[in-house]
């Protein structure tokens, strides 16, 4: 299995995270470890698959949250998966949750 990031990076973060699976209505939470410009590992209670898209909102600081439009499921296995961040026509946006 090949992938992009390294468990033992000491640079690696992590970030909540809701997903929302592409054309199906499935929502989850998780966790990304070891993000990357165009990758991440993902922990969650959803059941993926490789090939599938969904849709990411960072849960960050100050309840700010950052959606990214769509990733593509590149492996998973049990609760983990790698998502590759696809590009958009438009950039990720920021919103500040109310309190």
């Not at 990076?9 to 929502?27: F, G, I």
């Not at 922990?43 to 090939?51: I, N, T």
Request: aromatic share 8%; hydrophobic share 35%; charged share 15%.
């Amino acid at each position: 299995m090949q992938t992009c990031f390294s468990s033992d990076d000491p640079e690696s973060l992590s970030v909540p995270c809701t997903l929302v699976v592409h054309d199906e209505d499935r929502l989850g939470s998780g966790t990304i470890w070891g993000f990357y410009p165009h990758c991440c590992h993902v922990e969650s209670e959803l059941s993926l698959s490789p090939g599938m898209i969904v849709c990411v909102s960072l849960h960050l600081r100050g309840n700010v949250r950052v959606k990214l439009e769509q990733g593509l499921i590149t492996w998973a296995q049990a609760s983990e998966f790698g998502l590759t961040f696809m590009p958009t026509s438009s950039a990720p946006t920021g919103e500040r949750s109310p309190t």
